[in-house]
């Protein structure tokens, strides 16, 4: 009955205050929830053999909680035999008359800092039949994991304020893929879930508070398998999720979802896997080693504390270049509403390129040395306001608010800061092991925008190594979601996920001696080649 919610007060009450070692509270985890991945099924059966508690199981079939036993003979009776067990491995969920074996589906989820999506898939093909995406509303208590973790600190009802909104999104979700597919929700079986730590501990209701400080232990590292219901989520009444396994304090679900997605421990070389978000994650593979480390990026390559950013949806500025004046492309092909990360990436290259920015992040003025080779129009565009410079993308009669569409100083800041967590991310990962960014056979490009990236812009601004050749760059998408998605009805993949994530060697950047210089180099853009 002790839920992994009251684990961590009790743990600290336990050792007054004392750190305890991340292995012992993953262990202690283990044992209070004793739930590993299982396999979804349907099939058609003629008799099931039923135990009534785990603890007896000698190859018969689990009774799930809600189903009694008493209801079984009458219920095979009425179906003459003739049903459908549906099946967690051997658990149980239901038993329906009739034929109903393409009717069973599941759906996964990727939890997203900023941006929550999902898949629906049909267990009976295995195609995905629907998919949704959305803000995630939590963005309204902060954004990023740190302020969230804060306010579940601060506010009595902080912790269930944020479960409640992401649970809240989920499950309206839910409704827009069985409304695309055109099924009821209660034909969803499985579930999982894939997101950074503090994302998972929210959904689940685990209070976050000592992923905010030292040593950063997560409540628990194995992954749950548990009833729906108990999350919040409606689907199936005896519908089942599986929230993917955790690193550390903050490399979860999301960055195990991305190993499996990518297949990168296969790999023949070095390779690299960059998960560009708000909470951005690195895993290097080198040698049969895996190491991760995840880098507090900021929601800058999502939209978030840019003056004119927003998501990657209709009237966003998604691509641009510098020629005699600045040429814009709008999602949708109408006037712009913002800017995009894919395009913030886009502009700062090309302003470094036409010496409208410099290494150091400051916008030239009238009496910069670089001034006089900017082209006379986008040098019109370069306007003074009350915080210094600001590159005007488009005036207000251009716009589709009315408003200007603008580029500040501050908003360099903000791409520089998560340019340089990367950068730096990167670069500590490799010294790690003795390598230099030449030696990367290849770089896995994961984020929910990273299909949209120019290769030689992003390297122009040193988000990624400029010495590993474009072509060795790939893009994977959104590795978060695909790995939950392949985590769906199979115990396989599971059980594969939960090895990965324990043998990872998570290393904390925040107690590395070398980052807070590899920062600080970060921050400066590269020089031209």
Known sequence: DLAARHLPARLDHLLNGKALPVAQVVGAAAAVQGLQGQDVRLGQVDHVDVVAHPGSV????VVSEDIELRELPDRLREAAFCGTA??????L???EPGDTESEGYAAAFDVGTTTLAAMLVSLGTGK?????????????YGDDVVSRIQHTIENPDGLLDLQNAVVAACNEMIGELCRQAGIDRDRIYDLTFAGNTTMLHLLCGIPPRYLGELPFVPATGPGLWVPARQIGVHVHPRGRAYVLPVIGGFVGGDTVAGILATAMTEATGPTLLVDIGTNGEIVLFAEGKLLAAATAAGPAFEGARISSGMRAAAGAIEHLTIDEDLRIEVIGDGRPTGICGSALIDLAAEMLRAGIMGPDGVLATPDAPSFSRIPPAVADRLVQDHDGPVLVLAHAAESRTEQPILFTQRDVRELQLATGAIRSGVSILLKRVGLSPEDVDRVLLAGAFGNYIRRENAQRIGLLPREVPAERIVFVGNASLAGALMALGSQKVREKAESVARSMEHVDLSLDPDFQMAFAMAMQFPEKA
Do not use: E, M
């Open 58 to 61: 000698a190859g018969g079939v």
């Open 86 to 91: 549906v099946l967690a491995d051997r658990l």
């Open 93 to 95: 969920i239901d038993f």
């Open 128 to 140: 995905t039949v629907a998919v949704a995406s959305r803000l995630n509303p939590q963005t309204g």
